[in-house]
């Protein structure tokens, strides 16, 4: 079967770095998405992997490695703002994309 | 970009009762997919609706539970029929912008709520 697996929740402080990891077997790759959605809002999308290695994008990077079926989203100089749940997806053989349960991450002052 | 009003944003419904959430997209788009999403847990597609030729249905859901409209490039419609507290869960409608390849990043509505009591 298809499986994305991440943190169920994450604690961070402002100001600080935190790294959440996704890993993914799915039937066959296109590329790995990262979304934030905000509690009762819908998902909005940060960042995507298609190639191996790391994806800047002002405060958050995100990182693939395929053969390790292994992403990272790396977020900077957190603010309280950045509390949210992050998703993780990946886009598999049939352009369908797979759903990991999403990271609750709290952000502390 | 596309940008995707959705509605109602909430809803509390009876038991056995039907409710149509609507998605209206400001551009024509090709593909518009129709996901559910319970409270912890991640998203999970109920049907792909293409214009112009039937809803694609994923394993677990079926048309008659779900019909699905989609009469032109811009909008469609999900109902939950003759629905069940098992129902109660937030509903989502998501598009691949026009030009967007098959492989780009999805947009989203703002969410259904949807309460059954």
């Known amino acids: 079967g298809q499986n994305i697996d991440q943190p169920t929740e994450m604690t961070a402080t402002e100001g600080a770095i935190v790294q959440i990891n996704c890993t993914y077997q799915?039937?066959?790759?296109?590329?790995l998405f990262w979304y934030q959605q905000h509690a009762g809002e819908a998902p909005t999308f940060l960042s995507y992997?298609?190639l191996d290695g790391l994806e800047e994008k002002g405060r958050f990077s995100s990182f693939l490695s395929r053969s390790k079926g292994y992403s990272y989203l790396l977020l900077k100089e957190l603010q309280m703002k950045d509390s949210a749940s992050y998703l993780c997806?990946?886009?598999?053989?049939?352009?369908?994309?797979?759903w990991g349960a999403g990271t609750k991450l709290i952000i502390k002052p | 970009s596309a940008v995707i009003s959705q509605k109602p944003s909430r809803d509390i419904c009876q038991r056995g009762t039907s409710l149509t959430i609507q998605c209206q997209v400001d551009?024509?788009?090709?593909?518009m997919f129709w996901y559910r999403q319970q409270p912890g847990q991640s998203l999970t597609l109920i049907a792909t609706?293409?214009?112009?030729?039937?809803?694609?249905?994923e394993s677990g859901f079926v048309i008659d539970k779900f019909p699905i409209s989609r009469p032109n490039l811009t909008f469609s419609t999900l109902t939950v029929s003759n629905m069940s507290p098992e129902d109660s869960s937030i509903y989502l409608c998501?598009?691949?912008?026009?030009?967007?390849?098959?492989?780009?990043?999805?947009?989203f509505g703002q969410g259904t709520r949807l309460t059954v009591v």
């Open positions: 998501s598009v691949l912008p026009p030009g967007q390849a098959e492989w780009g990043e999805a947009f």
């Open positions: 551009s024509q788009v090709t593909m």
């Open positions: 609706a293409n214009q112009g030729s039937e809803a694609t249905y």
């Open positions: 799915t039937s066959g790759f296109n590329g």
């Open positions: 992997n298609v």
């Open positions: 997806a990946v886009r598999d053989s049939n352009y369908q994309l797979i």
